[in-house]
């Protein structure tokens, strides 16, 4: 089966599938909030494809939802997407035992904002810090107002790795005490980033800085924010009703295209997922 939802990656995979698998059918879970809820755009996609399609009910009981979830983690997890990726698991769970997931390629091909907005921060630096940030409504997490208020935020602490957090530095102290530096932190997952970002913020300016800025938060989505939040999410909620979730996306030819591509070809007239 396939996660189907109202994006380009799983549209992609759904397509290619078809072509593989006439028989092969699409599962959409339909969110009870309705600006959630991809059931609609979904189902266009998949008659256009001309593939079964199924829409599923969930009866989501987020509080001991949440609980199962958690303790299966075993660790400290803020990505509210476990829940309905978990829902969506149980019910496919139900016809299938192998599901198709289209994660992987907003990390691969630029699909966020967050590099484009990476690439201002390290070209405009002084910039960035003289935003207002506590003038600014920040009401609506998706609104332009919310993400300026974070850019100025991202500004003045740790750049790109602050528009990441759930909890800004400033909560974190005030919660376990001053001693607590995490935007200084080094693991062996972020020393790479550190090193790199000091060496460019020296040798590049301007326009040079915005693409380079833009590469280095493309790196560190795929290897940070990809394997730590969006597959391990996938993982843990897939695993609990026993779904095996594979992501044809992340084929190793098709990664190693991907991070070597340049740019212009990556991002043709700076739009994202242009090359996909």
Known sequence: GIFLSGGIDSALIAAHSRA????????????????????HAAA??????GIEH??????????????TLIETTGVPFGDSSLLPTYWLSKEVRKEVRVA????G????????????????????PGLCKLIPSLMLSQKDPRSRWTKLARLGRAGRSDGYRSLLKIFQDQDIRHLLG???DFSQRVTPFNLGFILSEMLLSTLFSGERARENGLYWALEEDYQDYLPNDLLFKTDTASMQVALEVRCPLLDSELVSIARNAILT??????????LL
Request: proline content about 9%.
């Open 54 to 67: 199924s829409i599923l009910d969930c009866s989501p009981n987020p509080a001991q939802d949440l609980i």
């Open 44 to 49: 266009e996609t998949a008659r256009e494809l």
């Open 178 to 180: 001053k001693q607590w």
């Open 100 to 103: 198709l997931s289209g994660d």
């Open 20 to 39: 593989h698998d006439p028989g092969i059918k699409a599962y959409t879970v339909r969110m009870p909030q309705p600006e959630y809820d991809e059931s």
């Open 265 to 274: 070809i990556l991002m043709p007239n700076g739009e994202r997922k242009g």
């Open 105 to 124: 390629g907003d990390e691969l091909f630029a699909g966020y904002q967050r590099p484009q907005i990476a690439g201002v921060l390290k070209a405009n």
